[in-house]
């Protein structure tokens, strides 16, 4: 594909250019202790197939009523039906279970006073997957990328009383995507999470970002500012540590300090958090901030300089009735089962869940994973594909690098190794650790099955090399697993990013044999007894905490889900597999004291 395949295949027939990806991680703004107006509710809504409305400009459409138009409308935007934001669509009606295009949400946002030094964003918390955004029929910018946050600032474009809000969204699965049209997830679409007016004076803190010097001395914080306006300088305050100091900022209004301050740390057994507030020019944001050191030493993994296993468990953002829609007692119960499972990590696959879960890891003390949707082969060679996927990550990092619990961004899954991916990939580590310095890198990668090694040549980019193998499901010969472990020197931690086996419960499950719970839980203690006597694997996040809605999966047991959940769709069955794993973390976390 060309360098502008996005453009080629999205904007031909179009007079407007709407592929310009304009709002990107460049257009954020920190939203932390901001007041938010909500926009959730019902808005106008339809589906269109055919991109009709973006070829007639229903966007253009001003809300006149029908006695007073001199052309028939197709669509109204103004009136009929709605649907709730968030949502995702599928799970609204079975007309659009399996829709794949554009759809429309129009509504009315009234406005008491437009201040004309007040600056306005609209931030939407994630729409699947390309989003453009119109008010009063202005076209503001598009974004890329299912799983992340974006900002459109709406300063200029608001008027005094009624404007309109138009969002396209678009979910079809393309080439150039990431990921591309291939998964093992359903394709949702729609507006999915919170979308949210925030208000701001005219100078406006864009970013934050506060952590421990990661150099061994638990004594020194640093933190990043990035504020648009004239203010020559912000202050930051950590009240509990006594902190108030000015950060100087340049003529780009960007500024660092490096602060003397010896916070109590963070960590899963000690889940400290800090108050952090910054104001500049009248503008104020404020976090929490733990702090806490990771880092990667020989094959250690080390938080606070203490070795650390990783019990963990893989988790979609899926729900049977919600779709992709997530909500604090959805997550908190996610980490109820963790707690169960006597985990201390989460690997949340395969691209950003909500923002909630990582500020719940903070509070409850949870390690994270946190990924991109770089998955399989997607379109290594094309650097509008490239672009779309550091954006995502870039967006990623900037919006939860305050979160103590994360401890590693991971830019893919299972991807070949080929010279496009290596290089794409390796930028990709790159611009995380520019962006971040005090946290791990990692990927899940190959093993080469011809020579029962782990091989990879990403492995020497990472700092932790994940490995998915599902020995006893897709790989029938387990002896193989334990060669795999004798015949690989890693020099670098592994985690069993994947493994797991399907089984099905309830009257549609087989009693023994493939797609059994009974196989299931044979599958899980022989690679508990092989990876056992690995030391340089650190750790393990299983496939997967709940069984998942997914297209691919139709055979008689899996009834259009993956089944390797330890607890059914229902969020509450648990298989007998679930105590298997809960035993060897417990075994794991006694013995290390
Ligand atoms: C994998 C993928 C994951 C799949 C899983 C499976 O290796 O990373 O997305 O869902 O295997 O169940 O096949």
Redesign the pocket.
């Known amino acids: 594909l060309a360098e502008n395949a996005l453009q080629a295949l999205h904007d031909e027939d179009y007079d407007v250019p709407f592929n310009t990806q304009s709002l990107n991680h460049s257009t954020m703004i920190f939203t932390g202790g901001r007041p938010a107006r909500s926009l959730a509710g019902e808005w106008n809504f339809c589906v269109d197939l055919l991109d009709t409305g973006l070829r007639q400009k229903w966007f253009a459409m001003r809300p006149e009523p029908a006695e007073e138009r001199v052309e028939p409308w197709d669509y109204d935007p103004y009136q009929g039906e709605t649907v709730p934001v968030p949502s995702c669509w599928q799970m609204l009606k079975e007309k659009w279970y399996f829709f794949e295009g554009s759809a429309w949400y129009t509504r009315a946002l009234d406005m008491e006073e437009i201040a004309a030094d007040r600056r306005y964003f609209l931030r939407v918390g994630a729409a699947q997957y390309d989003c453009k955004v119109f008010l009063n029929g202005v076209f503001l910018g598009n974004h890329y990328g299912g799983s992340t946050p974006f900002c459109a600032e709406l300063t200029g474009h608001l008027e005094p009383g009624r404007n309109w809000l138009m969002l396209v969204v678009n979910n079809t699965r393309t080439l150039d995507r990431v990921p591309m049209r291939n998964t093992?997830?359903f394709n949702y679409g729609g507006i999915y999470r919170e979308v949210e007016l925030f208000e701001t004076p005219a100078t406006v803190i864009r970013d934050l970002f506060v952590h421990l010097v990661p150099d061994g001395s638990y004594a020194r914080i640093r933190a990043e500012v990035a504020v648009d306006g004239d203010a020559r300088d912000a202050v930051l305050r950590l009240p509990a540590l006594g902190v108030e100091a000015v950060v100087p900022l340049d003529a780009d209004g960007r500024g660092e300090i490096v602060i003397d301050a010896q916070p109590d740390l963070w960590s899963p057994e000690t889940p400290v958090l800090h108050d952090v507030e910054l104001t500049a020019g009248g503008d104020r944001v404020a976090d929490r901030v733990g702090f806490r050191q990771i880092e990667r030493v020989g094959d250690e993994i080390r938080l606070n300089g203490r070795p650390l296993f990783l019990r963990g468990i893989s988790v979609h953002e899926d729900d049977r009735k919600a779709g992709k829609v997530t909500d604090e007692a959805d997550l908190r119960r996610r980490f109820a089962h963790a707690r169960d499972l006597n985990c201390n990590y989460l690997r949340l696959?395969?691209y950003p869940h909500h923002e909630l879960a990582a500020k719940l890891a903070d509070e409850l003390g949870f390690l994270l994973w946190e990924e991109i949707p770089v998955y399989w082969a997607i379109a290594f060679d094309n650097p509008a594909t490239y672009r779309d996927a550091e954006n995502q990550l870039c967006e990623l990092i900037k919006r939860d690098r305050n979160r103590a619990s994360v401890i590693i961004w991971s830019v893919g899954?299972?991807n070949p190794d080929t010279d496009a991916r290596l290089s794409f990939m390796r930028r990709l580590v790159e611009t995380a650790k520019r962006l971040d310095p005090t946290r791990l890198t990692s990927a899940?990668c190959l093993i080469n099955h011809a020579r029962n090694r782990i091989e990879d040549r990403l492995a020497e980019h990472i700092d932790v090399i994940g490995i998915?193998e599902?020995y006893g499901w897709y790989e029938e010969n387990f002896e193989d697993l334990a060669e795999i472990g004798r015949n690989s020197d890693p020099g670098k931690p592994v985690v069993i990013s994947?493994t797991g086996a399907d089984g099905a419960i309830g009257d549609g499950g087989p009693r023994r044999g493939l797609f059994s719970e009974d196989y299931m839980t044979k599958v899980y203690e022989r690679q508990i007894e092989t990876l056992r006597p690995l030391s340089y694997v650190k750790g393990m996040s299983p496939?997967i905490l709940y069984d998942f809605r997914v297209e691919r999966r139709q055979n008689v047991f899996q009834g259009g889900f993956?089944r390797?959940g330890l607890i059914a769709a229902d969020k509450a069955t648990k298989k007998t597999a679930f105590a298997v794993l809960a035993n060897y973390y417990a075994e794991r976390r006694d013995s290390e004291g």
């Open positions: 093992d997830w696959a395969h899954n299972e899940a998915n599902y994947e496939w993956n390797k």
